[in-house]
């Protein structure tokens, strides 16, 4: 599809970038983070430097200033390789990042993207609760206006970031008795949970950005797959906050969140996509050298069907995934798209990557081809940023409100 | 100080190549292309210098179709200054003709530095840079593995057969750079950006008469599958032989 219209010049070489630095930098070493369940704070660094952290902003506040099919593209091609690295740049750049960009003020942009668009500290959003998970209109945490600053108290579970990251963006509820109209959302920041880790490198760590009493990372989940990736709660005690934190206007937190999650959806389905096409290549590659029956497996149909589905599947994916981004990109209205991408793609990730690990037979089951690790990873994909039931029920939404129109 | 950079555009190596229907030519159909290896290690090494010394122009020179352009950019992205494209219908095979279409480009530039890839991944004639240096009249260095420049001196390490030999040599010099010197950083997204906005000339190449050509290509043949001839100690002796009788290598 490199001779696609959805990709210019620019495109493909934003995409060689991510594909170099992948296989030099992150397929080495992406086995090794997943065992060990280590953050890949080394090349965070690396990513940084590229630009990775901070693909669809403006220069001015310090990103590449690129489009978001180019962002898009990155977070594909890095999921080809290691998923646990292609959330980091998507949680960190859509969850993280975003809300400031498109909800906050001048002053809030100036102060903290660029930050984050350089990757100098990474950024997260705490939306999701112990019991507001799908129902993120039944946020309990509580923010409580005392003059010019409100107090914090409560949790937010499943945090990508929650311990690594500095800057984080946190919905509570301003008005009880608004209802979802009475969630709004807070700049929160924190040192990072590795801070000598980050002062080593150089990178992680912001000394400017205060460390707000109260506020703190909780325990690190011990997960199936993005194993290093970080997921943390967050807890606030009494945590002050400015009232010049305060993302938008009060009560307009949950239509905020709303629409990062519409776009983070594109992202989430590229990242899925970019799993299953690792996947599929690796199981093309496998087949066509493993011999069995005195013949390469691929040579077999049984296999070659699974192959043909599989690249079939692919192609629809990219489509989904390109268009709605497209869509975005050019103002159009992308909704509906973007549940699409994410529902199709993350269930074929699971389908794709199922299928690698049998065509890899006994050793796809081991630890030493990386389709075991791609299988876990794919997993996920079906559940954060929208369950697939949740996908499906804003398809619903979407198609139905044309019928009654 | 001025640097220029001569870098070609080859198919990506990783491939089964097919042979075109004249003969004398690979089908290009369904091949990725990108910057020679040796050259994008040219291409670093002159960054660097300019790493150093931020007033140093980098240019990058390449003759080819109008194909060569996403290369050119591939390098102004990495940090280089301006390109030049030498515009052919096609690459042609003659080395000599190259190296005076790039010399006759070169020759006014006022150039400090003038550097190319060793060989190129899909000829691998080895001689243009080399051509070129003669041409110039300017003092050449071939397959570099280490580059040091302070002033108007450089100095060079070059790998040999059984052993290393390092030499200096004035500028202005023309080098030809081997693998090891460095590993070519990736274009940033940044830079991707800032490539767009940088100067690229498009200018005939002057190859005159080509009296090198290709007359027709084959693809070696294909390799006999491997064979297992026991396991252990035991099928020592008889790996011995074949390798004596059969391989010929011992
Ligand atoms: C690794 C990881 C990283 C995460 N990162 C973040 C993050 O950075 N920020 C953040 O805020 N959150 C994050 N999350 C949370 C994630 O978004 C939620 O887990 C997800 O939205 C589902 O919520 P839940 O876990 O409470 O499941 P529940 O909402 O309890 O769902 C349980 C099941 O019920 C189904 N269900 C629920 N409601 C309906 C319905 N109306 N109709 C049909 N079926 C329904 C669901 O689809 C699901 O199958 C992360 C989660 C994980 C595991």
């Known amino acids: 599809m490199d001779d696609s219209f959805y990709f210019s010049e620019q495109h493909l070489a934003v995409r060689d970038t991510v594909r170099g630095f992948a296989r030099d930098h992150v397929a080495p070493v992406a086995a090794k983070l997943d065992a060990e369940g280590k953050f890949l704070w080394d090349n965070v660094k690396g990513m940084g430097e590229l630009g990775l952290l901070g693909v669809p902003w403006p220069e001015e506040l310090g990103g590449a200033g690129l489009d978001l099919t180019s962002y898009i593209i990155a977070i594909h091609e890095m999921a080809k390789v290691d998923a646990s690295h292609a959330i980091t740049i998507s949680a960190h750049t859509t969850l993280g990042t975003s809300p400031i960009v498109k909800f906050g003020n001048d002053a809030q942009r100036k102060r903290y993207v660029p930050l984050l668009a350089s990757g100098k500290v990474l950024g997260g959003f705490g939306l999701t609760e112990p019991s507001a998970g799908s129902d993120a209109g039944g946020t309990r945490t509580r923010a409580e206006k005392r003059g010019d600053r409100y107090i914090i108290n409560g949790s937010k579970i499943f945090i990508t970031h929650g311990g690594v990251g500095e800057i984080f963006v946190v919905t509570a509820v301003t008005d009880p008795s608004r209802g979802t109209k009475g969630i709004s959302s807070f700049i929160l920041t924190k040192p990072t949970t590795d801070l000598e880790t980050a002062k080593q490198i150089g990178i992680g760590h912001d000394e400017s950005l205060p460390a707000m009493k109260g506020f703190r990372a909780g325990k690190k989940e011990d997960k199936l797959g993005w194993r290093s990736s970080d997921t943390r709660e967050l807890i606030f005690e009494d945590v002050e906050v400015p009232e010049e934190n305060r993302l938008g206007n009060e009560g307009e937190g949950f239509t905020n969140f709303m629409q990062t999650l519409d776009s983070g959806r594109i992202g989430i389905g590229a990242l899925s996509l970019g799993i299953a096409e690792g996947a599929y290549e690796q199981a093309l590659r496998y087949a066509s050298e493993r011999k069995q029956f005195g013949k390469p497996i691929a040579d077999f149909q049984g296999v070659q069907f699974q192959l043909s589905d599989m690249a079939t599947e692919i192609e629809a994916g990219r489509h989904l995934v390109f268009h709605a981004a497209w869509l975005s990109q050019h103002g159009k209205p992308f909704g509906k798209e973007a549940a699409m991408a994410k529902l199709f793609c993350s269930e074929l990730a699971m389908r794709a990557t199922t299928k690698a690990v049998q065509i890899h037979g006994g050793y796809g089951y081991t630890k030493d081809y990386p389709v075991e690790r791609m299988m876990r990873d794919a997993k996920i994909c079906e559940i954060g940023e929208g369950t697939s039931e949740i996908q499906r029920l804003v398809i619903g939404r979407h198609i139905l409100r044309g019928l009654t129109a | ?250």
Not at chain 2, 102 to 113: Q, R, T
Not at chain 2, 166 to 181: H, S
């Open chain 2, 1 to 250: 100080m001025k640097i220029a950079v001569c870098i070609k555009r080859v198919p990506d190596m990783d491939v089964r190549f097919k042979i075109a229907a004249i003969g004398n030519a690979v089908d290009e159909a369904g091949l990725k292309f990108d910057m020679n290896d040796f050259d994008s290690w040219a291409v670093e090494a002159a960054l660097q210098i300019k790493d150093r010394d931020a007033a140093t122009e980098v240019v990058i020179v390449s003759l080819g179709t109008d194909a060569v352009q996403e290369t050119i950019r591939k390098a102004l992205a990495m940090g280089a200054d301006r390109g030049v494209e030498l515009k052919t219908d096609h690459i042609p095979f003659d080395g000599l003709a190259i190296a005076r279409a790039l010399a006759a480009e070169l020759k006014d530039g006022g150039y400090d530095l003038v550097l190319f890839g060793k060989q190129s991944a899909d000829s691998s004639n080895g001689v243009v840079g080399a051509m070129v240096g003669e041409l110039l009249g300017l003092p050449l260095v071939t397959a570099i593995s280490k580059l040091e420049i302070s002033g108007q001196k450089g100095s060079a390490k070059r790998e040999i057969e059984g052993g290393q030999e390092f030499v200096e040599f004035p500028l202005p010099a023309v080098l030809t750079i081997d693998q090891g010197l460095n590993i070519a950083r990736y274009p940033a997204l940044k830079g991707i950006m800032a490539a767009k906005k940088k100067p690229l000339e498009v200018k005939p190449a002057q190859l005159g008469a080509q009296t090198v050509t290709v007359t027709q290509m084959e693809l070696p043949p294909e390799r006999a599958p491997g064979r297992i001839i026991g396991e252990g100690v035991a099928a020592v002796p008889e790996l011995v032989r074949l390798l004596q009788t059969e391989a010929k290598v011992l």
